[in-house]
């Protein structure tokens, strides 16, 4: 008998003795009272059947379901030791004050690019557009994970790119993605339809100064696979470049008018890549840590300026940069 039973008899066994004090010697006992009574015990009979009843399926379910909260736990201790490798810190604990002072960095950089005079104009126009493909990047990942919170997507440190965690996409060796892998890179590719749009050419463009402050333009919007380091070199090359095509044919049958955006030399912004076991992000002797590296990364690779004369002053400008470009006077 657990202990939950023996305090529910202990509160029938209470009452029954309160009824009891109610009741003087050779007294009638009202009927109304009996009816309390007697609706009181069986409400507490009600409840104990009800918890006797769940007792044998509670234990099973609590279980699974620290089981579960186990398995993220430990899934967020890889993704900490990436977070803490990626920042140079020794200890997880230092990753706050770290990140304060990154953003206090970043602010000091706003400063100076603000109010310098006289400098490198194509750094500063680079850098600029740095800042701001970070920012499109973070404003992705919460569209995205707002859409489905199930989806394993981080920023790579270089801040370039987008990264989606290999569990639930591919098994283990496949170079083809799971159902639940192919829904979520669909979903994907609808968000990224309504983005990249502000930032390339084409028919669905929309460049405007209110959604590219310093006219950041896509040279590319690549697809890299990436593999885990079980099996050969040269089979995960392939394997990773297998599962970069999978992504690429799963997106465009969801959005096919992403093959329309196009980057300066009207060339399709979406590639594909593979890159094998060469650029892990996690390391796989921890748990989890094979699934992080077998994932699918999506890179924005931006118009980088050859000279200051192909840095855009504004988006009615993009028309001659676009021109030199095209007429092979600017590579």
């Known amino acids: 008998m657990t202990d939950m039973t023996v ?3 202990f509160i029938v066994m209470i009452l029954l003795a309160f009824f009891a004090t109610q009741i003087a ?5 009202p009927k109304e009272l009996l009816d309390e009574r007697d609706a009181h ?3 507490l009979i009600e409840e104990l059947q009800s918890y006797r009843s769940e007792e044998n399926s509670l234990i099973p379910r609590l279980q699974s379901e620290n089981q579960i909260l186990q398995s993220r736990v430990q899934e967020l201790e890889v993704t900490l030791q990436a977070i803490t490798q990626e920042l ?3 200890e997880a604990n230092d990753a706050v004050e770290k990140i304060a002072q990154l953003r206090l960095e970043l602010s000091r950089l706003h400063e100076i690019l603000a109010n310098s005079g006289g400098e490198n104009r194509i750094e500063r126009y680079n850098t600029l557009v740095s800042i701001q493909r970070a920012q499109i990047l973070q404003d992705l990942r919460d569209r995205i994970v707002a859409a489905d919170p199930s989806i394993e997507v981080g920023i790579s440190r270089d801040q370039d790119a987008l990264q989606f965690k290999g569990d639930g996409l591919f098994a283990s060796g496949s170079p083809v993605p799971s159902r639940q892998g192919r829904e ?4 994907i590719a609808e968000i990224l339809r309504d983005v990249i749009g502000c930032i390339s050419f084409g028919e669905r463009s929309n460049i405007e100064q209110s959604c590219n402050e310093h006219i950041a333009i896509l040279d590319a919007l690549q697809i890299e696979g990436h ?3 079980d099996g050969l070199d ?4 392939d394997l990773s470049a297998q599962r970069g095509s999978a992504i690429y044919r799963e997106m465009i049958s969801a959005s096919p008018d992403l093959l329309e955006f196009v980057n300066f030399k009207t060339q399709p912004v979406l590639s594909v890549a593979g890159y094998g076991e060469g650029r892990p992000i996690a390391d796989e002797t921890l748990p989890g840590g094979k699934d992080a590296n077998r994932r ?3 890179r924005f690779i931006m118009f980088s300026p050859a000279d200051e004369e192909s840095i855009p002053a504004d988006v009615s400008d993009l028309s001659r940069i676009r021109d030199l470009l095209l007429s092979g006077e600017r590579l």
């Open 41 to 43: 015990v069986a409400q």
């Open 296 to 298: 699918i990364d999506i």
């Open 88 to 90: 140079g810190i020794p």
């Open 184 to 187: 979520k890179m669909r979903l």
């Open 7 to 9: 305090s529910f008899l």
């Open 234 to 237: 040269v089979s995960n090359m």
């Open 25 to 29: 010697p050779g007294e009638t006992v």
């Open 227 to 229: 593999a885990d380091s």
